[in-house]
């Protein structure tokens, strides 16, 4: 029995939600022990505006495909995605300039998807099954 697409992309979604929120925790963790509360509290604001980039990403795929949810989706309007781009945008510039952090672990926490999306990547050609 093979699952369908939806439950494939579901257990995606989660398995990256997962490893976001675990690299996270981790990586604040050490930068605590090895740079300082600064630099973590910078790592740490920067995941999280890296999780709410993935989270809003998912929305928008999931409103062009509508694979996941039942009910129609409206089509939204490009304005309103390019408005959050440029929040993210200024809040990762207050939180270097008005926290005193660096912008170098706000950029290492802004790079968690990726790393989240690799994780999950390596963990498809590991425990895949055909």
Known sequence: ???SDGDV?????????????LLGAAGTAT???????RFALG????ACMSYLSFW????????????IQKSPVQKRAIAPMVIRFAVLAAAAY???????VTA???FL?????????????????????T
Do not use: H, N
């Open 56 to 67: 809003r990403w998912q929305q928008v795929v999931e409103s062009l495909g509508g694979t």
């Open 31 to 37: 930068f605590v022990v090895t740079r300082g509360w």
């Open 94 to 100: 207050g939180i270097v300039k008005y926290l005193d």
């Open 1 to 3: 029995m093979t699952p």
């Open 109 to 129: 926490g802004l790079l968690i998807s990726a790393a989240a999306v690799i994780v999950s990547i390596l963990f498809e050609l590991i425990y895949a099954r």
């Open 104 to 106: 170098v672990a706000v």
């Open 9 to 21: 992309y579901a257990r995606l979604i989660q398995r990256i939600t997962l490893a976001i929120l």
């Open 43 to 46: 790592f740490f604001l920067g």
